[in-house]
């Protein structure tokens, strides 16, 4: 298969981050005998420095014309919460998904067998976790209105949600319930908040078509309760972009580290992958981040194309890195590899699985529901 992938490295750890992305695609590509083609572009802080803004228009124009976009972070201290600046890297990111209008985040939360042991939660309840958060990625008080009065010092952020809005990610999240344990979870402030109130009422009318599909839904500070005390009662979360957000980053701690977690940002015409984490500035340029996040967000990539096995031998090599310990050290704290050494293990070790790998060597399990 040919494809062409923007790669949008962005601040921060998001450049070294996708450089091993492209490690482990480069090996699919030569394993499989695939042609990718990558076309480097600016975003965020690096962008408002070389061009003033953000998402230049190269950058959008080069998203668009490609067949998929690998995406690192974004984001500088120097811009973060700074009352005065004018424009802020986040805003390139944000207008980014709305401008593909890449309105559904696909968040998978695993916990892996080999990584439990230093799990500091119950590992009983933890270890059967296999959830997937679907984050609606394109609403809400991100994109309402927003203003403040800097004479009455009063800021305003407005939530706001169209039945369609709604709807669109509702049928992706019940049809990925179908192949999955049956399961969606909305979570909500329906208590409070009036655009809950309007999810409820879209989501109990879609449900009608999906008689197989359980239904259930649960107050947001309930469900963050829950995700730590008893994770593996989830199958599919749905969720609003703000609530995603916070819920997802929580998710990671069961995995062990936020730097574990990929994502996928699909609409009906483009797709981007990126891992969930932010840009960890003060890691720059040390060699100690996890490049997991990253390059299992190439593996969802790979699955969005169905080149499945590909993603298969990927996750694979990952889990080896986990069972040989090739690690860094935010998820075994003793571990002393750097990011590039893990990427060069793992892209090293994609490979044709049924030639090489002994599946329960590696405590591999490549369920259907091993990335999404
Ligand atoms: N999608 C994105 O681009 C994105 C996401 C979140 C935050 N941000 C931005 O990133 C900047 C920093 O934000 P933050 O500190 O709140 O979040 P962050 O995710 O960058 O870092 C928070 C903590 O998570 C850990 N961490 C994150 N990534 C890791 C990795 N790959 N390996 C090991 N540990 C990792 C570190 O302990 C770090 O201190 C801000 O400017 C923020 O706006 C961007
Ligand atoms: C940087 C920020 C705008 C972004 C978000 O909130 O969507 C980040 O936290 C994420 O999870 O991708
Ligand atoms: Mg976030």
Redesign the pocket.
Known sequence: MRLDIAVLG?D???PE?VAQSLKCLRSVEETFGHTFRFKKALI?AEAIDKKGTPLPDETLKICKNSDAIL???????K??GNPNAKVW??QG?LKLRKELDLFANIRPVKVFPALIKQSPLNKKLIKDTDLVIYRELSGGIYYGNKSIDSGTNVATDTCSYSEEEISRITHLAFKAAKNRRKKVTLVDKANVLETSRLWRRVLNSIAQSYPEIELETLFIDNAAVQMILNPSQFDVILTDNMFGDILS?QGSVLAG???LLPSASVGTEHAMF??????????KDKN????V??ILSAGMLLQHFKLNEEADALVAAVLKSFSKKIV?P?IMGSSKYGTNYVGDFIADNIMELDDHFNMNDENIDLGKSTII
Do not use: K
């Not at 100690?288 to 490049?291: D, G, H």
């Open positions: 962005g921060g750890i998001g981050v965020g995406f690192g972070a974004i984001g500088m201290p811009f973060d890297p986040e990111l980053d580290s936020i730097g990126e891992p969930i984490h932010g840009s960890y500035p003060d890691a100690i981040a996890n490049p996040a990253a860094t935010d």
